[in-house]
């Protein structure tokens, strides 16, 4: 990796006989007197802080393979006042004595004019950020180097524009370096902190907002961070896709190899990681179910049917930890397929707590069967002209509810089926149009007049939220997905300190 060094060249930086040469008269003027006079003046000449950075960058690292000196050259239509300030010639003395001190060939010592007012922080600003726009991302030499940029000499506005857009170009391929006449030359770690500051800014954003793709490309970037927040981050996108097993997988690792603090790792050991490995086995428990071919299904005793029903409780719970997600993020169509796989399965769910078997494919008939040996449901299935000659559909689950309303069989939970679920079945066809014609999906589509009606001034998440306490499913008051997210948030800031 290639070094380039950076200066401002300022009143301060060329000293003549152990005096700045700017207390002889002013830079042009002095300058000048020097360059006619080299010869018989170059042995009292001295770059003290040019000379210290220097030293500094080539006892940390090397020699720079450049060094871009940056002076002021404004043009004769300016006042003399400010025009005689500025720092050309003692750019190019600086050129010769560092050529002369380290032994470089001229052309590596390069000097770049600032002809804009050195007092004006815009044009300062704009300067610097042309300047690197225009140099560095054509040539592979600059692209792969490392900066370090001296913030000593020039003025304060000038300064203040070559540090500001070295952070922004530079970022972690940058460091700032101070010359002090008491202390003398030292890096600074103001870049890192800018950086780390600014990554880490964005970072949390992305993590609050759920968009762990995104930030896992952002820690990649950054290149700092320990190792643990991007298993962390990597878990809670597994979470999220529901793919339980391999996020308690890296959260395994977290615990084992990173060097997490003890309440983190008290977290995710006491509370995180069994909460994951539950909702996995009731996933797993709901998956043989439904996979279980028709051979082998048996009847289920009442502690098998009990864990089925407690699996359909907390992953109906994990489902809405999901939805919130969604909603709160105006992604419509994603939390379309969950709205209705939401109803879907609690329609299923108290199905199943009436007839005490599973509502799942290979138990199908099963189902039929309990279900028409209900009194009076095949004539009222057949007054809706409901065909009940194959296996049974969502849609006969759904008239099968609303039966079950009318005879006033579901009690508490009747209002559950009038006043959510019927209405959510009017919505479904939006949903449909969006699948399967290209429809689109918004903020409307989720909206009905009997909704509105049974739950005046309630979005769609507080009627979710107020139908699963009616049937004893009682929402998370804190998702795992947020609980992970305080995890990685709180690491992030940590380190960006």
Not at 15 to 28: E, F, K, L, V
Not at 121 to 134: A, L, Q, S, T
């Amino acid at each position: 990796m290639k070094i380039i060094f950076i200066a401002n060249i300022g009143n301060s930086d060329v000293y003549y006989n152990g005096q700045r040469a700017a207390d002889n008269g002013m830079p042009r003027t002095a300058g000048k007197e020097l360059l006619d006079h080299w010869q018989s003046k170059r042995e009292k000449i001295s770059i003290p802080i040019i000379e210290a950075g220097l030293e500094n960058v080539k006892n940390s690292t090397s020699l720079p393979y450049e060094i871009w000196l940056f002076c002021t050259d404004q043009p004769s239509t300016v006042a003399d006042a400010h025009r005689n300030k500025d720092t050309k010639h003692f750019a190019e003395i600086a050129q010769k004595k560092i050529c002369e001190i380290y032994k470089y060939q001229i052309e590596s010592i390069k000097i770049i004019t600032i002809s804009g007012n050195p007092s004006n922080y815009d044009e300062m600003m704009d300067f610097y950020d042309k300047f690197f726009n225009d140099t560095i991302p054509g040539n592979s030499i600059y692209k792969d180097a490392f900066f370090f940029f001296s913030i000593t000499g020039g003025t304060p506005q000038a300064n203040t524009g070559l540090l500001v857009n070295s952070v922004n170009h530079f970022e972690n391929k940058g460091q700032a370096v101070y010359v002090s006449e008491k202390s003398g030359a030292t890096t600074l770690d103001l870049v890192s902190k800018v950086i780390n500051k600014k990554y880490a800014a964005l970072l949390c954003t992305m993590v609050d907002n759920y968009d762990y793709a995104a930030a896992i490309n952002i820690i990649d970037e950054w290149g700092r961070l320990p190792e643990h927040i991007k298993l962390l981050t990597q878990a809670n996108q597994y979470i999220y896709d529901l793919n339980f097993l391999d996020a308690k997988t890296y959260l395994e690792q977290v615990c084992v190899k990173s060097p997490i603090d003890a309440v983190t790792k008290i977290k995710l050991s006491t509370k995180i990681l069994p909460e994951i490995k539950d909702l996995y086995e009731c996933q797993m428990n709901m998956a043989y179910y439904q996979r279980i071919s028709k051979n082998e299904k048996k009847d289920l005793t009442e502690e098998e049917l009990n864990k089925l029903k407690n699996s359909y409780v907390k992953l109906l719970k994990f489902w809405f930890d999901k939805m919130i997600v969604s909603w709160n993020n105006n992604n419509f169509y994603e939390f379309s397929d969950l709205l209705f796989g939401m109803i879907e399965n609690i329609a299923k769910y108290m199905i199943m707590q009436y007839i005490e078997i599973p509502v799942l494919k290979p138990y199908f008939y099963d189902v039929k069967a309990k279900m028409l040996a209900v009194d009076g449901f095949e004539e009222y299935a057949k007054l809706k002209k409901v065909f009940l000659d194959g296996e049974p559909s969502n849609y006969i689950f759904n008239i099968f509810l609303q039966f079950l309303v009318e005879k006033q069989k579901l009690k508490e939970k009747s209002k559950v089926v009038t006043s959510f679920i019927k209405p959510l079945m009017v919505i479904k066809d939006k949903r449909n149009e969006a699948v399967h014609l290209f429809g689109s999906s918004s903020e409307e589509h989720f909206k009905d007049q009997n909704l509105e009606k049974n739950y005046q001034g309630l979005n769609i998440i507080e009627i979710i939220r107020d139908n699963y306490n009616k049937l004893d499913i009682v929402p998370n008051e804190c998702s795992i997905l947020k609980t992970i997210n305080g995890l990685i948030t709180e690491s992030i800031l940590k380190f960006s300190k």
